[in-house]
């Protein structure tokens, strides 16, 4: 059995006489934490558009455990276990912590509308059983406190963390961060590494992130995919990355705006 995970085949995206992304090709393995970088404009969340089904590839094909996505809608991927995060937060902010954290569990809920309705055996066992799972996804992230105040009263880097939580709670094979540090102090940055670490190793999980902060990514991913204007330009370990000189020309060394 094939250790790929997931594969993007020769993908393009073209808006237009734009070519967004072109002729995209990359592997990530099962149980990698991977990460992919560039420059703005390089075509990052393109890529995870494409991944998720919210775009479909001008060209090629992505393909989940040697089967094909193409054609599939993003709550189809997402059943067969391609979870993300938004560099937008998207959050249901007037839902509380629990319940954002529990819209996601029932995607895999096994009762019908008759247990609804008649509030039977199945339905509160059920219930129960995804309130305790989320409970526990939320303490992971010591966000179990605050589960029954608004998503919406959390400061930024929490609502970052639920996401993540939300997402986890799809029971994904692979979760997909786009840019999970934005906005985040050294500290919590240096927290989320550990947590993406841990959460990787807890729940078995493949890891793919799209991030600016290269003290973090260079910190815990073993694979990085670099974009430049939608093109591949390097790929490799983190030494690999910061040693190419094509890397330092497209991206690390271009200083930064605050």
Partial sequence: MSDVLLEARKITMQFGGLKAV?????????????????????????????????????????????????????????????????????????????????????????YGLFDSLLKTKNFQDTEKHLHNKAMELLQIFA???KAHEPASSLPYGQQRKLEIVRALATEPKILLLDEPAAGMNHSETHHLMETIAKIREQFKLTVLLIEHDMKLVMGICENIVVLDHGTKIEEGNPAVVQNSQKVIEAYLGVEESE
């Fill in 22 to 110: 072109d002729s995209l090709e990359f592997k990530i393995m099962k149980g990698q934490l991977a990460g992919l970088i560039g420059p703005n404009g390089a075509g990052k969340t393109t890529v995870f558009n494409m991944l998720t089904g919210v775009y479909q590839p001008t060209q090629g094909e992505v393909v989940l455990e040697g089967q094909s996505l193409k054609g599939l809608k993003p709550f189809q991927i997402s059943h067969r276990g391609v979870a993300r995060t938004f560099q937008n937060i998207r959050l249901f902010k007037n839902l509380s912590v629990l319940d954002n954290v529990l819209v996601a569990t029932h995607q895999h809920v096994h």
């Fill in 143 to 145: 966000l179990e406190a």
